[in-house]
């Protein structure tokens, strides 16, 4: 009877312990868009169609994502970023 139970909590499904994808999500720890718990799963972005991995930050409803601009770097050493518009659709993989 014990197996059973261990069985049924085994079953559940992960998806159900996701936390809702918000509007905006930054990977900077340091940025009030950070969410850790998100982080904890494989986060997709489709941008304009396609899957990009390079994403630093996004925004769905004004439609931008933000990516590095090659190996620039800011005076802080940070990856210099440049904000594309376009449609953004964000999932879990």
């Not at 930054?26 to 899957?51: L, T, Y």
């Not at 630093?56 to 931008?64: D, K, L, M, N, R």
């Amino acid at each position: 009877m014990s197996d059973t139970d261990n069985t049924s909590a085994n079953t559940t499904p992960s998806h159900n312990t996701r936390p809702a994808l918000p509007d905006r999500l930054c990977i900077d720890p340091r940025s009030p868009h950070h969410v850790a718990a998100v982080f904890e799963h494989d986060v997709g972005i489709r941008f304009n169609g396609k899957e990009r991995v390079d994403v630093t930050e996004y925004c769905i409803s004004e439609g931008w994502v933000r990516v590095p601009s090659g190996k620039t770097l800011d005076r802080k050493g940070q990856p210099l970023l440049i904000k594309l518009k376009g449609a953004v659709e964000v999932f879990y993989k």
